[in-house]
């Protein structure tokens, strides 16, 4: 019997839609995110959004040494979904990025983003495509491609993940990676927004993650929980970007153990960083967090970033200056012969990754 015959008789045609795949919504979402991609374009992008891969022509440099990271969002999707608001995440994982190639004195040249999606509703994708684009123009970054996929199988409901890969550049004999660091340099901190990007899995625990309990407006914050929650990641790159030749060491305080894990990343060995917690303002959904879910002091600084969302290690006499360059930063303790197995001491007590020491 001839094929299309038997097409007819069939009573229903099993369709990609029909197994929870929409190619038309797909498409729909990609002319979106294409809008929205053009904007970050430069005109080192031969081939953006649209063709199999992108193409940057790659100039300009002495010595170039290209620099790469990758990272996802984390369960502070959790909030934007519990919220249904989408436009802040995209902001996290690009501010979260370039602050990680950042720390080596890179600059950010492209940006490509992983969306993993259950169910495609192409305006929650421009949403989160929107902050990935805002935050790449604010720092000259271009969003040069990406991938949107609708895994049914895979996430549930309205559960997404979101991953970023960012490229940057930095002359070899301007890589930053902490060998100079001594004795008696300066540290100075940089004040984070909130969480930023870690320690989610805790604070939903101790807070929630419906929209019923995030919408909670708290005294203390001035705003609702799930708005503080939200509050994007900061980037600091346009700041220090300047005086990058006065840096020493630069730490990204994210997750692998906040300052306890991070700082020391930055440190040759033999040597620790002093920290007086007097010297920065710990901003109040920190205290509240632990005030509600009783964590011990010394779980709050390995897990979260307290308030210090970047360290800049410095000879003594530059670090004023480079204090200056950043609202609210300053120094906040000093590096020190390590004694002992401690690589962190705050306010007398010693940390390492590992255990507290």
Request: hydrophobic share 40%; net charge positive; glycine share 12%.
């Amino acid at each position: 019997m001839p094929e299309n015959r038997m097409a007819k008789r069939g009573s229903r045609q099993t369709t990609y839609a029909g197994a929870g795949v929409d190619i038309n919504l797909a498409s729909q979402a990609k002319k979106r995110i294409a809008q929205l991609a053009r904007a970050t374009l430069t005109p080192q992008v031969l081939s953006g959004v649209g063709f199999f891969g992108g193409l940057y022509e790659f100039k300009g440099y002495r010595k170039p040494v290209l620099v790469s990271s990758v990272d996802s969002v984390g369960t502070k999707i959790k909030i934007a979904i519990a919220l249904n608001r989408h436009d802040t995440v995209g902001i996290d994982i690009v501010n979260h990025c370039i602050n990680d190639i950042l720390s080596s004195g890179a600059s950010p040249l492209f940006f490509l983003d992983y969306i993993g999606i259950g169910k495609l509703v192409p305006e929650r994708v421009e949403a989160i495509v929107s902050g990935l684009a805002k935050a790449c123009q604010d720092t000259g970054c271009a969003l040069i491609g990406g991938e949107t996929a609708e895994l049914p199988g895979v996430y549930s409901g309205d559960d997404y993940d979101l991953v970023g890969c960012i490229i940057g550049v930095v002359a070899k004999d301007r890589i930053i990676m902490g060998k100079d660091v001594q004795a008696g340099d300066a540290i100075i901190g940089l004040p984070s927004s909130g969480l930023h990007t870690n320690g989610y899995s805790l604070a939903r625990k101790v807070f929630g993650e419906t929209a019923s309990r995030l919408n909670v407006r708290s005294a203390e914050l001035g705003r609702t929980i799930g708005e503080a929650l939200l509050e994007p990641h900061v980037c600091y790159y346009g700041p220090l970007k300047p005086l990058l030749r006065r840096v020493k060491g630069l730490a990204h305080i994210t997750g692998g153990g906040a300052m306890i894990g991070n700082i020391p990343r930055s440190l040759p060995a033999g040597l620790a960083a002093r920290l007086d917690s007097a010297k920065w303002t710990v901003p109040p959904i920190f205290t509240l967090l632990q005030r509600k879910g009783r964590i011990e002091l010394r779980e709050m600084y390995r897990t979260f970033n307290m308030g210090v969302g970047m360290a800049v290690i410095c000879a003594p006499e530059n670090a004023a200056r480079i204090a200056r360059a950043v609202s609210g930063a300053g120094i906040i303790g000093e590096v020190a012969r390590q004694t002992g197995e401690a690589r962190v001491i705050i306010d007398g007590a010693g940390y390492r990754h590992d255990k507290v020491g």
